[in-house]
């Protein structure tokens, strides 16, 4: 069997077991780990200065979500074991697979150690690319979740270090949250996510070939093969194990049983998966990007706010996948809202790992002239400037007012009964 070792070097230089080093790349969708590339940014026009952020953030790096998941790999594993089907390279990942288990053990869910460096490295450098800002009441909201307290936690721990925790207000809301975790209570939303034919659409992309009983025949006898029901549940959540050695900087090993072609047959599935059920899904089809039109407002309502009462120096929030990716869609930002019928396609627009890798963010940064010149604002993602789909003769930077205009009237729409229903 050709094996593969993926190696690579990260800016933070994650070393592992045996000196070992592993390699970022494409095929991690949205267990990606966060990575700052080093920027310049465009100056704001003559006598402009930063006076308020507004903030969305996925939560850090984290262990295995649950253990639901690997419990079941487990299980058939073992089952297989006894029934003597399995091959030598099932009976070695076996034993990987354990050992993970294992580890994470009363972890699953939380921020690693990895994850904590992300937080505290992009609350580091929203204070050094926006000191003017600080000083005022910075107020800080999570999920219910602990592995976005933490995020949070962790994020004003090392803003505390350049601006006064005095000024600190934070909070989680509870499991009832429909600012954070829209994509919870909406009764619209659920319904096409448990029984929206994108489901249809996903199991036929996934069965154009028969790749996961190839795939899988490295490990389990052919007999065996048949008694595995769900062979690309089984063969996504392995690739999902492989991902998460990345978020807790350990190496098991998995990387041996993956061919690169396989990653990437394996991202493709996960990746149009995320796309129908959370992104923009097909043409005519947005109730995976409308479900976030509530954090839109509330993005439009704290921003006249804090712009009117001079007292806050930023809104920071801390929640989920599930959150960042609809919310980059409702913006309409390049690269996170594009639309297509042809699923193949989906591959080459929308990218996962880009919209909504371990730790993602947006930031409206808000500039104000010393005369009477309109507020400007500046979009961030993953700390990378981008532009609103609206004109602007100042790029990056645009009116405040017309930013405002433009979402406005998004929310508007689809804030009627029929939505909401």
Request: charged share 30%.
């Amino acid at each position: 069997m050709k094996r593969i070792m993926i190696w690579f070097f990260l800016s933070v230089n994650l070393i592992f077991s045996k000196d070992k080093k592993m390699e970022i790349n494409t095929y991690l969708g949205t267990q990606t780990p966060y990575v700052k590339v080093k920027r310049e940014y465009t100056p704001p026009p003559p006598g402009y200065v930063p006076i308020y952020i507004n903030h969305i953030g996925r939560h850090g790096a984290r262990y295995l979500s649950t253990s639901k998941d690997i419990d079941y790999v487990i299980n058939i594993f073992e089952d297989a074991n006894k029934k003597q089907s399995l091959t030598e390279d099932g009976k070695i990942i076996r034993k990987y697979i354990i050992n993970i288990a294992n580890y994470e053990k009363e972890k699953f869910g939380l921020l690693t150690p990895l994850g904590k460096e992300m937080e505290k490295g992009i609350a580091k450098r929203m204070y050094e690319n926006f000191p003017e800002v600080f000083g005022k009441e910075v107020i800080a909201v999570s999920t219910y979740v602990e592995r976005t307290k933490e995020s949070m936690n962790s994020f004003l721990e090392e803003l505390s270090k350049y601006t006064s925790s005095n000024f600190f207000k934070s909070s989680s809301y509870g499991k009832i949250d429909p600012i954070l975790r829209f994509f919870s209570l909406n009764k619209t939303y659920l319904e096409y996510k448990e029984k929206g034919d994108w489901k249809k659409e996903l199991q036929n992309f996934e069965n154009k070939e028969d790749f996961s009983t190839d795939f899988l025949k490295k490990f389990f006898s052919e007999s065996y093969l048949k008694e595995i029901h769900e062979k690309n549940k089984f063969s996504q959540i392995l690739y999902e194990i492989y991902g998460n050695q990345f978020d807790i900087k350990k190496n098991f090993g998995l990387g041996d049983f993956f061919t690169e072609k396989e990653l990437k047959i394996l991202w493709e599935n996960e990746n149009l998966s995320q796309y129908l059920e959370k992104g923009p899904g097909n043409i005519g089809n947005e109730i995976s990007t409308n479900v976030s039109v509530i954090l839109l407002k509330d993005f439009l309502v704290t921003s006249e706010a804090a712009l009117l009462n001079r007292k806050t120096s930023a809104n920071l929030r801390f929640a989920h996948a599930e959150t960042i990716i609809p919310f980059a869609s409702i913006l309409k930002i390049k690269g996170a809202s594009e639309q297509t019928d042809d699923l193949i396609e989906v591959k080459n627009i929308w990218k996962d790992y880009e919209i909504a890798p371990m730790g993602a963010n947006i930031q409206w940064i808000f500039y104000e002239h010393n005369n009477e010149n309109p507020i400007l604002v500046k979009m961030l993602y993953n700390e990378k400037e981008i532009e609103f789909p609206i004109e602007s003769q100042q790029k990056p930077y645009y009116k405040w007012e017309d930013i405002k205009k433009f979402y406005s009237e998004i929310v508007y729409f689809l804030l009627t009964p029929n939505f909401s229903k």
